[in-house]
């Protein structure tokens, strides 16, 4: 559009109004502001949800589309309104367009270019929209004004208006034998036969590749799509830092200093506090699985339809979530780590900020990862829940390392018959020898 803007400026061509407003055909900018929803969440109408689905298909350098009954469930106005934007569409774009209705109103009827009419798999009638009623009357059929014409054997009888010839049914065999014995289809035929001419092909087309515009140009638009999107989810957000505040204020109550020396003994609840944050942190990603795979349908589709390639999803997700977790990690450590009694230095306490923010980045990209894998929402939970399990299971600070390791030479040594003993009855010392 801005090269076609510019274009008509060199011109001096001051553009029709209607075509200025082709933004503003498909009647979406009331509800622009309105989710979509699905079968839990209500949303835009059924009417406006097909009409986003055409804007999406639009979208781009795309001249031939096909659609079938695109106005099943709707009233007679929207099903109007959704075909006379796609004419629009049509004539503005030059674009070529097949439709399958089933017993569209008069109006709509009138929207149309051509037909193809069809019945029991045969076709009728395929030709311009204007000589349909002169070939049912060649055929000894009249439509009624404001009436669609039916060709069941059962209602066939009352559009007969040859008096001079007696009314016997008509089959779809019988006027598939007739349109192709008509003019209008000999003239096809001539038409179809003739070899294409490449020299008619426009040389100064807008584009040339598949995406329609540069991967910058891409890259901010999905950007602007992901800071619209964390806008219209704020509550969201809202509740994981409100969230992470109080777990933090009860858990630096729970470790607090006053009750922790700094020796041996209390190591461990220090490396408990750790695990701890870690954990919190971690699981606190966990709703990044229900937001992936609900996005997933919408970007499967509109990466097929050239809107966007995988990295420019993907990239913005990452770098706008980077704030989120760096502030909820800042909050976290500015609230624990003094009150629990960690080392002093300004450095360490850096170090602690950077370990847990490096984990609760990782751990969103794992959960991205996994519901980006398994696509739906159960299996995604069940393979989260496996490696968070698995992870803490063997991180050292549930089992330590060092009963870790000696299980594992008692085991080898009961299966070579070295110790006949059980477990619990064999001792470090043992194991050593």
Sequence with gaps: MMEVSRREKEAGIVPDPDIDAYMKILGLDICAGTIVGDALQRGISGGQKKRVTTGEIIVGPIKTLFMDEITNGLDSSTAFQIVSCLQQLVHITDATLLVALLQP???TFELFDDIILMAEGKVLYHGPRDAVVEFFESCGFRCPQRKEIVLSKKDQAQYWYNTELPYSYISADVFSEKFRASPLRKRMEEDLSEPYDKSQCHKNALSFNFYSVSRWEIFRACMSREVLLMRRN???????FTQV???AIVTMTSFLKSGMDIDALHANYYLGAIFYAVLILVVDEFSELAVTVSRLSSFYKQK?????????FAIPCIILKIPVSFFQSLVWTSLTYYVIG?????????????MYFTMQVSSASLFRFLASVCQTMDSSIAAATLIIFTKQ?????????????LSIIHAKLVEVGVLGFPSHICNHRALRK
């Design 105 to 107: 109103s008069p109006e």
């Design 304 to 312: 097929t339809l050239g809107f966007y390639p995988a990295w420019a």
């Design 342 to 354: 960690y080392s002093p230095q300004v450095w360490r306490f850096f170090r602690q900020f950077l």
């Design 234 to 240: 704020k509550y969201l957000y809202i509740f994981k």
């Design 393 to 405: 299971i063997v991180c050292g600070f549930i089992i330590p390392q060092c009963n870790i390791v």
């Design 245 to 247: 505040v109080i777990i």
